[in-house]
């Protein structure tokens, strides 16, 4: 260790799924510096530049460092005995009048595995129900969907190290290299040495720069682009006709689908060009190991669930899962909102997505805790919000998540906050979720506290406290184990060690696991009893009832809303590399020197007609709210399309976000919303006139 720190601790990145291991060095009990670790398996001695320098939020003077109780239309800061008997008594006089389905709670995605299972476990045995739920449901709740439906387990059927071994590539609806750097920076290594890489976006992202082929298709069109390459593997014969006779379902009924969606039907739908479809399909089907990435550019939208199935389909058709080389990996956004789902911090399922209903492992769960269990299905999060709009939620414990900020339909949400009778919010900072809070909790940062995460790759690594909490805030383990114990469930856990030892052995997918095990490297679940992990799925069988994998006849559907013309232009969302989701940390952190306010980004024909200059404040206007932006003219988004990010509270970019939600899980539509854009004009300068003279007498 350097004589220039006091400690250097190996940790887990709190930012990304990527999950990069970094050793944090602290001094004087603040983190003087972060290097990334040399052995780290995702991101190989690597880090990006919100992993490695957007650390100094953990000591900014705005952190929360005492509990604060609502009093008199305002704030005031109160002890930790006084904050949990309030919360007691609220949530016990709530359930005793209303029962225990009118409180609600949010698992934190930024979170440890720990402190999720620890949460979900708060609700069901302190509390009684299964209204829990995580943000998990507005991003990545497609792909978990979609991937049980067609091969059986929810997560990467592979490893960041597949895209290495593969040959061809496609990534729809991600932009890794500002969302995910580390894994972009990966690609664009792998293209260099020879990987043909396509890019399907609406934006063209960096990495098309470095792919074979770029394909722009319009926003909520993602369907049809993959019933459109399916078609022509399918056409020219370019099927794996063994694999999907052997280890496969279904597929005589999307065979016939497929006859429908030529190229040039396709084209019309899209506007790719039907010979870059062509061309795309060729790459992929001709690669000996060819592996598909994706993101919230597909999964954010009215059928994001059936868009990931028919990339199943794809992969299925080639022959492309259960070998190096040939994986589809989903890009998670959150640091651990993989893992938050894994643990059960869902209104339906137990820990590995076990139904609630399950009469074997609800029992298990009941003998375990001491305490009976509900079977119902509890709220999602967009029903939490229409619950307590209507007057059947009254109370909700919010932990590690800015709803007001993140969350569509903004109006809706705030509304939903303002009708309950209570709220608690457990998190790092104050947040536009903690305006509307009754008690106010001061959670731990990342580089606080210990436990896991799971990235993107299902893999668990360890995370260790590098400093201490700030002034009397807790670790979030320990503040929700007083909250249960007040409300008299005793969870007993005298570290997070001991809860993963617990979710290990109510969980058989995670059986071999435990922090002594995880080590430096991680294990990638599912894990056996003897520690063996799993970094490929589906290598001889799929994890659905007799072994084959299930095709999904799912055909192109139109989007939840459309450009018209008092809305000629389509909005997209995403993220910057400098930020980082609702920006809580990184906007306290020099990262802000780096980009200080958000833009929307428009195309210069875009620009010239509605007379947009660059740098100019415009108003978006969609069907639901509006806010005001700086445009920024730029050529990188197609005619026709804008974009812009939720990183800063101010500009309050979900205001135009409305309900349309993915059939199956309820994820918002963030990616298709009609908007009007225009110049705001300029105020007249005002100049007093003179008073007229005063008339004589």
Known sequence: ???????????????????????????????????????GPANRGHTCLKGRFAHQFSRNRDRLTAPLIREYGGFR??????????????????????????????????????????????????????????????CHSPTSFALRKSFGLSGATGSFADIDAARAAIIIGANPTEGHPVVG????????????????????????DYGVLHLSPRPGTNAAVMLGLAHVVARDG??????????????????????????????????????????????YAEASEASILWGLGVTEHKYGSEVVRLICNLAMM???????????????????????????????????????????????????????????????????????????????????????????????????????????????????TTKFADVILPASAFLEKSGTFTNAERRF?????????????????????????????????????????????????????????????????PVAADGTDSPILYADEFSLRGGKGSFAALPYKQPGDAADDEFPLILVTGRRLQHYNAGTMTRRTANLELLD????????????????????????????????????????????????????????TNLLIGSSADVNTSCPEYKVVAVDVRPIAEQPAYTPALAEPALSS
């Open 185 to 208: 920076a990966r690609i664009k290594q792998a293209t260099l040495r020879g990987l043909r890489l396509v890019t399907i976006d609406p934006r063209r992202i960096e990495l098309a």
């Open 461 to 525: 690594q360890l995370v260790a406290p590098a400093i201490d909490p700030p002034g009397g805030a807790k670790p979030d383990l320990e503040i929700i184990q007083l909250v249960s114990s007040a409300l008299g469930h005793e969870m007993g856990y005298g570290s997070s060690a001991e809860v993963m030892d617990e979710i290990a052995a109510m969980t058989p997918e995670y059986g071999g696991v435990s922090h002594e095990r995880i080590g430096r490297h991680g294990l990638q679940w």
């Open 77 to 138: 800061i109160a002890t930790w005995e006084e904050a949990i008997h309030k919360i007691s008594t609220e949530l016990n006089r709530i359930k005793s009048q209303y029962g225990p389905d009118a409180i609600a709670g949010l698992a934190s995605s930024r979170a440890t595995n720990e402190d999720c299972y620890a949460m979900a476990r708060l609700m069901r045995a302190a509390i009684g129900t299964n209204n829990i739920d995580n943000c998990s449901r507005v």
């Open 597 to 652: 306010r958000e833009s929307l980004e428009i195309h210069p024909e875009d620009a010239e007609r509605l007379w947009i200059a660059d740098g100019q404040k415009v108003s978006v206007r969609s069907r639901v709210g509006r806010i005001e932006v700086e445009a920024k003219v730029t050529e990188r988004i197609e005619p026709g399309h804008v974009f812009t990010t939720f990183h800063f509270p101010e500009v309050r």
């Open 238 to 283: 370019l099927t794996d006709d063994q694999f999907i006779e052997r280890r496969t379902e279904g597929y005589a009924e999307v065979e016939a689908l497929l006859a429908l969606y030529t190229p040039e039907a396709v084209q019309e739908i899209t506007g790719i060009p039907a010979a870059d479809l062509e061309a795309a399909a060729h790459i």
């Open 318 to 432: 080639t022959g492309n899962v259960g070998r190096p080389g040939a994986a589809l990996l989903p890009l998670r956004g959150q640091n651990n909102v993989q893992g938050s789902s894994d643990m059960g911090a869902l209104p339906d399922t137990y820990t590995a997505y076990r139904p609630v209903g399950d009469e074997q492992v609800a029992n298990s769960f009941e003998q375990r805790w001491g305490v009976p269990l509900s079977r119902e299905k509890g709220y999602k999060i967009p029903e939490m919000f229409d619950a307590a709009v209507a007057g059947k939620l009254k109370a909700m414990y919010i932990f590690g998540e800015d709803v007001a900020q993140t969350d569509p339909n903004t109006t809706h949400v705030v509304k939903a906050l303002e009708s309950l009778e209570f709220l608690v919010c457990q998190d790092i900072f104050e947040t536009e």
């Open 1 to 39: 260790m350097s004589a220039r720190f006091d400690s250097t601790v190996t940790t887990t990145c709190g930012y990304c799924g990527v999950g990069c291991r970094l050793e944090a060095h602290a001094r004087d009990g603040r983190i003087a510096s972060i290097s990334p670790a040399q052995d």
